[in-house]
Nanobody, 131 residues
């Protein structure tokens, strides 16, 4: 059973930054790909970013967050982060850490590995961007 703990989130003004974190058990970290989904009010969940923690740290980003968000990792703590910069009101919503089967992040499945299968969803953390 996957052990997954999210933290971070909160409220920030437009243009500000927030950092989310997601810690998993070592087995999950070493063999999977970890990512983030976002769900804005009234919209479907969409993939934001992913990182292949199980193999080389390859990263993937959604078009709406590219150049603003990054997904660094701390392998010693089995933790990935979502560093969100230059936040916009449209970024408001719930953010979910997800576990993705590792092979979808090997590069052979295109730039959106979160579009195939999600093994585990986190409980979600709220982000509000408002002046």
């Amino acid at each position: 059973q996957v052990h997954l703990v999210e933290s971070g989130g909160g409220s920030v003004q437009p243009g500000g930054s927030l950092k989310l974190s997601c810690t998993v058990d070592e087995y999950t970290y070493r063999l999977h790909c970890l990512g983030w989904f976002a769900q804005s009010p009234g919209k479907e969940r969409e993939g934001v970013a992913a990182i292949y923690t199980g193999g080389g740290g390859r990263t993937f980003y959604g078009d709406s967050v590219r150049s603003r968000f990054i997904i660094p990792e701390d392998s010693a703590k089995n933790t990935v982060f979502l560093q969100m910069n230059r936040l916009e009101p449209e970024d408001t919503g719930m953010y979910y850490c997800v576990v993705i089967p590792g092979y979808y992040c090997t590069g052979g499945y295109g730039p959106r590995p979160w579009g195939y299968k999600i093994d585990t969803w986190g409980q979600g953390t709220s982000v509000t961007v408002s002046s």
